[in-house]
């Protein structure tokens, strides 16, 4: 079964700790390796800011683009994994190990295949 790990988490903070465009941190790069050995990580990434994002809104033939992520909250999403393990215990066993679970929060949620 495949799982989206959402990271979300304060993007001032995440932002300050590894500015856009620095290696990542060795935390980070021993999750993504203790993943890739278990041979269970698809996908993954880091997202770009929010003020860089926008919001798209479709009411008949009008089509609204918003700058920003339409919802404010204290936490954004900041980045994502796509990972494939048997069911979800071991999907939240995983989510606990990524090093922002210690300071933000990790949305586990199965992926419904459309293919």
């Not at 999750?31 to 860089?52: H, Q, V």
Request: with cysteine; hydrophobic share 45%; net charge negative.
């Amino acid at each position: 079964m495949q799982f989206m790990l959402l990271i979300h988490g304060d993007e001032v903070k995440m932002n300050a700790a590894t500015p856009a465009g620095a290696s990542m941190s060795p935390d980070y790069a021993a999750f993504n390796e203790a993943m890739a050995k278990a041979g269970i990580i698809r996908a993954g990434e880091r997202l770009r800011p929010t003020t860089e994002a926008v919001t798209i809104r479709v009411a008949g033939d009008k089509t609204e683009v918003l700058d920003g992520p339409y919802a404010e909250t204290k936490e954004q999403l900041g980045g994502y994994y796509v990972i494939e393990v048997a069911d979800m215990d071991q999907a939240i066993a995983w989510a606990a190990r990524c090093p922002a679970a210690r300071g933000g929060t990790i949305e586990v949620r199965p992926v419904w295949p459309t293919r």
